[in-house]
């Protein structure tokens, strides 16, 4: 029901585009001490910046869980390591060690998960969200740079003459976008419309756009979904396209 066949499948594509500058660090650091020399913006091979899609990925879990803990959804966050997740150590050793079949286990493990885990996945599930690499569009990228100010760690303060210089990516910069989810039930097709609403700033309220990156209390990495499509593929559908190829 769950890992052994398909379903149906969402592919959303279209562009993020850059309501502000954006600073997604090279080390992936958003640290505002200069020390630690994350001033360049992430780049792929040909010197173009890079969204990751762990990092859109990351930025939309973030939000969705805070919507669902507001409807009194259960919504687990993986990042603390208090064991309090929808999968305890506990649930997840008595499912690995009991009887069942490899898939058993793995749909005793879904069903035990939180609705956000179910869909972004979480330690003991893959997640049926896949978010690509978001690559910059345009021949040519022209990077600008902004006044930084070193913040000391230990007081908040700002740190004696610690002015630095910080690689942005301009307003407007758009980004290829890309979104597969598969299998989902009618319930979790409800929840990537909303997605889908939060990327198009117009989930909550109008013009709510998501903060990717770094320095977002600057004012920097509001980013929203522009050109989307969205493409849909059933059990069914998928049934008569392969007939249609294997008649004779
Ligand atoms: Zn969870």
Same mark, same amino acid.
């Given at each position: 029901m769950l890992y052994d066949k398909f379903e149906n499948r969402t592919i959303i594509t279209g562009q993020l585009v850059a309501v502000d500058p954006v600073h997604i660090g090279a080390s992936g650091n958003d640290s505002l001490n200069p020390s630690d020399l994350d001033s360049h913006v992430l780049k792929d091979l040909q010197g173009k910046p890079l969204i990751p899609g762990s990092s859109v990925k990351g930025v939309i879990r973030s939000r969705f869980e805070a919507v669902m /803990?507001?409807?009194?959804?259960? *919504?687990?966050?993986?990042?603390?390591?208090?064991?309090?997740?929808?999968?305890?150590? /506990?649930?997840?050793?008595? &499912?690995?060690?009991?009887?069942?079949?490899?898939?058993?286990?793995?749909?005793?493990?879904?069903?035990?998960?939180?609705?956000?885990?179910?869909?972004?996945?979480?330690?003991?599930? *893959?997640?049926?969200? /896949?978010?690509?690499?978001?690559?910059?569009?345009?021949?040519?990228? &022209?990077?600008?740079?902004? +006044?930084?100010?070193?913040? +000391? /760690?230990?007081?908040?303060?700002?740190?004696?003459? *610690?002015k630095y210089d910080f690689e942005i990516i301009p307003k407007g910069s758009r980004f290829d976008f890309v979104l597969i989810a598969e299998n989902l039930d009618e319930k979790q097709r409800k929840y990537l419309s909303f997605i889908v609403d939060l990327l198009e700033g117009n989930g909550i309220s109008e013009g709510d756009y998501l903060a990717f990156g770094g320095k977002t209390t600057r004012g920097l990495g509001r980013m929203k979904l522009?050109?989307?499509?969205?493409?849909?593929?059933? *059990?069914?559908?998928?049934?008569?396209?392969?007939?249609?190829?294997?008649?004779?």
């Amino acid at each position: 029901m769950l890992y052994d066949k398909f379903e149906n499948r969402t592919i959303i594509t279209g562009q993020l585009v850059a309501v502000d500058p954006v600073h997604i660090g090279a080390s992936g650091n958003d640290s505002l001490n200069p020390s630690d020399l994350d001033s360049h913006v992430l780049k792929d091979l040909q010197g173009k910046p890079l969204i990751p899609g762990s990092s859109v990925k990351g930025v939309i879990r973030s939000r969705f869980e805070a919507v669902m /803990r507001s409807i009194g959804e259960t *919504a687990c966050n993986i990042f603390d390591n208090n064991d309090e997740d929808c999968v305890s150590n /506990r649930l997840y050793k008595d &499912i690995a060690d009991s009887k069942l079949s490899e898939l058993e286990k793995a749909e005793k493990l879904y069903e035990s998960s939180c609705t956000v885990c179910k869909l972004f996945g979480g330690k003991s599930v *893959a997640g049926k969200l /896949r978010f690509k690499d978001c690559y910059f569009i345009g021949e040519k990228f &022209i990077s600008e740079n902004r +006044d930084g100010v070193g913040i +000391d /760690r230990d007081t908040g303060s700002v740190s004696g003459n *610690a002015k630095y210089d910080f690689e942005i990516i301009p307003k407007g910069s758009r980004f290829d976008f890309v979104l597969i989810a598969e299998n989902l039930d009618e319930k979790q097709r409800k929840y990537l419309s909303f997605i889908v609403d939060l990327l198009e700033g117009n989930g909550i309220s109008e013009g709510d756009y998501l903060a990717f990156g770094g320095k977002t209390t600057r004012g920097l990495g509001r980013m929203k979904l522009e050109n989307k499509n969205i493409e849909y593929t059933d *059990a069914d559908m998928l049934k008569k396209q392969l007939e249609e190829r294997f008649s004779l």
